[in-house]
């Protein structure tokens, strides 16, 4: 009593206790640190991510994009994806995800704007806007409501303005120009100082814990402050879990397109197993011997649009478990649209053996202006002959049997027909397809197309030839430009510009006239792609066999999110999500997996479930 009080005692620290070994570009490290800074000590830190998108901004292909600023991919969502910018605004982004409690989850964003005026129209925006797409975002993907984040509200009037005029207000006509009311008491505290106005720059928000799911948009200055609390029920909660496993796998996907090598020549075989094999596991039955229809037919659909073959499931996502993407095929439901929530992580998630890694990475995603989420794309599709809308041709039509590709709406290519017609060696299943073309990339998961297209009567290999790698090196092969094409018996062709329609029809079609000497492999225009390593294919009619030579044990780029639970040893019970957790490297901080990789600039770092850091580079 009456001495000097005891000091409080301070809170536990929540700061982080590793700090990023390898990440160079101190601002993505900082950030990264309060991504993952827990409000309490039982929080854990699922994944958060920083990316400087001054250095992430690209050149937006064609006339659909023209205007807009657009952003490499990311391998989280953010709200970025929502915006419809016109010019830079944005200087970082921070994203972060944090498990608080068995069922209590939040997602954090850290905008940082160019300038206090653009952080000011942003979070306008944000409010009046986006919040309410993000709202209906998490509804479809996980059904479960969100309470809305106020409305930003005015600062209060400053003194002299208003109902109570003060010094400088209207004055009374009359002797002194006496007011007509005394101006009101000052607002303050109890000591009389003055109370910062609500909306005040510099006036930092009260934190408040979520009893409920609820969308939070604050800041100060040139940060905006996007956090998203849930709470969910179980029903919810298997939904995020399932999410949480597909985004899992998508994160593993990404990351082996990292050090990716060329598939075509896995893909080519893929399709020729899937249609000798058939599949009758899982989703839509295959018979063996049979090519599966352009697009899968959906038992009902609330729309017609949905009845299309543009929003109806592709014929690629059965080719999945034949490139070595079963996991992901067993997560696909064929029944719905690819448009529809149940389909957006898988329809998200990277096939490898999709894509060409020569590209630029900003062709590896398509965003849609309709959907909140990008998908993965492809770089090659399916041929269905000749003619814009060959896919839509009626099986045994005379007027149109000639024209014929092996893929079509509604219709399944025997295998033999093939075979036993033109032959395999001699018929395109796919082709290979220019990111940089007014069309672009596209879903590997969305039907119509999307990954099915006829070739034009004229000039039929133009829209095919390919342009400009990740290093805007146009692509050649031995000096010629033109097209890569899978055939029917696995292999791969190049076909460069100047084939000729003939020819380059013919090999389109299954049946129909041929012109006189076809012989691709005699043919200059049409080379043999040998897969790399491969050898000229023996001339002789008995061949010494190849000496067969184990192949060298695969190991996975990216363990996680697959650990072998036989060799784990279970130290504590298995938290919530445990299937997609690793645990922490406390002892050894986190390390790069692309330390090998030249970097010029640092532009994206991104940490998963156990403090495992990666690296990006323009």
Known sequence: MGGTPAPPTPPPSTSRRIAYRTLRNSKLKSTLDRMETPAEEKDKVLFSSATDLTAAVFAPPGADHRGKVLYRPRLAWDVTLLLDERRPRLQSIGTGMVQRDSRKFQYREELVCLSEEDAKEMRKELRETQSRDIVRFVDRLLGHGIEMPPPDLPPMPPPGTGPYPGPGGMPMPGPGGSPMFPPPPPMGGSDGSPMPPYGTPGTPPVKTEATKSRLLVEGVGKVIDYNLDLILDSSSYRRLENVVTMFAASLGAELETVNAELNRHTLAMGVKTMAEKGSTRIGPALPPGKYPPASFARPSSPTRLGMLPDGQVSWMAALLPFVGQ?????????????????????????????????????????????????????????????????????????????????????????????????????????????????????????????????????????????????????????????????????????????????????????????????????????????????????????????????????????????????????????????????????????????????????????????????HFTL
């Open 326 to 614: 079963e996991a992901l095929h067993r997560k696909i439901r064929f029944e719905d649209s690819w448009r529809d929530s149940s389909n957006w992580m898988a329809g998200r998630t990277l096939v490898p053996q999709f894509l060409d890694p020569t590209y630029p990475d900003s062709s590896r995603f398509v965003a849609y202006d309709d959907l909140p989420i990008e998908m993965g794309a492809t770089h090659y599709v399916g041929i269905s002959g000749i003619g814009l809308d060959a896919a839509s041709y009626k099986p045994g039509d005379p007027a149109t049997i000639h024209k014929r590709g092996v893929f079509g709406y509604g219709r399944q290519l025997a295998f033999e027909e093939i075979k036993s017609g033109r032959g395999l060696s001699n018929v395109a299943v796919m082709i290979q397809i220019p990111h940089d073309s007014p069309t672009g990339v596209t879903p590997w998961i969305a039907g119509g197309g999307a990954t099915t297209r006829g070739v034009p009567e004229k000039n039929s290999i133009a829209p095919f030839i390919l342009g400009k790698d990740r290093t805007g090196k146009v692509i050649t092969q031995d000096g010629k430009r033109g097209t890569y094409v899978l055939m029917s018996d696995g292999s791969v062709r190049f076909v460069d510009q100047n084939v000729s329609d003939d020819v380059f029809k013919a090999m389109v079609t299954v049946q129909g006239p041929a012109p006189k000497y076809f012989d691709l492999n005699g043919n200059e225009h049409t080379p043999l792609v040998l897969p790399p390593g491969g050898k000229a294919p023996p001339t002789t009619k008995t061949p010494t066999p190849p000496t067969k030579v184990s192949p060298p044990e695969k190991k996975p780029f990216f363990p996680f999110p697959f650990p072998k639970k036989a060799t784990e040893p279970k130290t504590e019970p298995a938290p919530p999500m445990k299937k997609v957790l690793l645990p922490p490297k406390a002892e050894t901080g986190p390390m790069s997996f692309l330390d090998a990789v030249p970097r010029r600039q640092d532009w994206q770092a991104f940490a998963a479930l156990g403090h495992r850091e990666m």
